[in-house]
């Protein structure tokens, strides 16, 4: 069988523990022996980062900007005890969160849906998509303890001279306190990703804040999705048969437990990070979820796995035991870079294999093959296979569905 000719280049972010181990699986059975493909490759383990004083993400970044897609392995974001274990230099930041900032654009989660995969929320019938702005606001708080008695204020200082202070709180004893912030473009762009992708998508979107508590605030997300709506989106959600709708949060959490999925659900950046785990996890598994983050004009996205390292199984993996890890969500993040790879150099071929790999994955678990994670869910008598024998099981999977 003649591979498939990929005419650009993606971007290969390599990552850290058990992940690690499953990308160079997923890219040596799935994805080198079927497609003609040029990866401009980057090491984010955890040990280059280090030695590169994390310059190794940023050029990775750029890297994406420059060819519209990256595929990013799952990464460690070090804590005190990840310092002490790799000897840092210092405990760098999160990989995600520098290559958000530098490429802008919003995160969408999906489940991925098996149907032989008991749901928590059986009502859940069809994909719920979170999109994420992942900008600002808690993520970029400057939060202290205050250490006694005292007066918290707030100022602003404009160039042109004018000056904005609030008293916040006058401190009977010691507490904390946090201040956050968000800019008007970024919620702008986060308002186009959503509208764009719910066009691309067919569905319906849902903006939920807190406006009635943070009416300055949230009410800002509030009215600027409204403005872009009206000016820009209305005519074409009319025409589509679609909705925009502003819903408070907690109005929102109850409603998408009464529904059966089909929307996008568009969460500012602390409630898209809680709420896109509570939908993998009531549709089954996180290891089940897609993560794709899109900038506003949909030609940059970049495609990781949901999940963390999987440093459990890792531990297993170096004492040289047999371990059973889901790969799918990291075999989805290639499909879905593929696919983006596809549509923005009109390759049909690419996105019939990407679609293909796709529901081979689904299949192979539907007709009884999977890991121990799933099985687990799925009951008492279920059998599962190793890591790497799921992959094989997919590869094969995979080469009749081509074949044919």
Request: charged letters at 25%.
């Amino acid at each position: 069988m003649a591979k498939i000719k990929v005419a650009n280049p993606v971007v290969d972010l390599d990552g850290d523990e058990m992940t690690r181990i499953i990308w160079k699986l997923i890219k040596d059975k799935l994805i080198f022996p079927f497609l003609d493909l040029e990866i401009d490759y980057y090491d984010l383990g955890m040990e280059h980062r280090d030695a590169t004083e994390d310059r190794v993400t940023v050029e990775a970044a750029e890297a994406i900007k420059r060819h519209g897609v990256g595929i990013k392995c799952a990464t460690i974001t070090p804590d005190e005890a990840r310092v002490k274990e790799f000897n840092l230099k210092k405990m760098w930041k999160s990989p995600n969160g520098t290559i958000r900032n530098i490429l802008g654009g919003v995160v969408f989660r999906e489940p991925i849906i098996c149907r032989n995969v008991p749901r928590l929320i059986p009502g859940w019938t069809q994909p719920i998509i979170v999109g994420r702005h992942a900008f600002g606001d808690q993520y970029k708080a400057t939060d202290f303890k205050v250490p006694g008695k005292g007066k918290l204020t707030i100022k602003f200082e404009g160039e042109d001279g004018q000056v904005i202070e609030h008293e916040v709180f006058d401190f009977p004893g010691s507490g904390v306190a946090m201040g956050m912030y968000n800019v008007d473009a970024s919620i702008r762009e986060f308002a186009h990703a959503c509208f764009s992708y719910g066009l691309n998508r067919k569905y319906p979107v849902y903006l939920s804040t807190k406006n009635t508590i943070l009416k300055a605030y949230d009410g800002r997300f509030k009215d600027i999705f409204a403005e872009i709506y009206e000016a820009e989106y209305a005519e074409k959600f009319k025409a589509a048969g679609l909705t925009y709708e502003h819903r408070l949060i907690d109005d929102m959490v109850a409603s998408a437990l009464k529904w059966s999925g089909a929307f996008i659900w568009a969460c500012k950046n602390y409630d898209g990070d809680v709420q896109s785990d509570q939908v993998a996890q009531g549709f089954g598994s996180l290891g089940l979820m897609t993560s794709v983050l899109i900038t506003p004009d949909g030609k940059i996205m970049e495609a990781e796995a949901a999940h963390g390292t999987v440093t459990r199984h890792f531990r297993q993996h170096q004492r040289g035991e047999s371990t059973s890890t889901n790969s799918i969500a990291s075999i989805f993040a290639w499909t879905q870079g593929l696919s983006h790879r596809a549509k923005l150099d009109g390759n049909e071929e690419l996105a019939r294999f990407s679609k293909t790999l796709e529901r081979i994955c689904v299949e192979t678990v539907e007709s009884g093959s999977m890991t121990k994670d799933l099985a687990l869910l799925v009951g008492d008598t279920q059998g599962w296979l190793t890591t790497e024998g799921f992959i094989d099981k997919v590869a094969a999977n995979l080469q009749k569905a081509l074949a044919a």
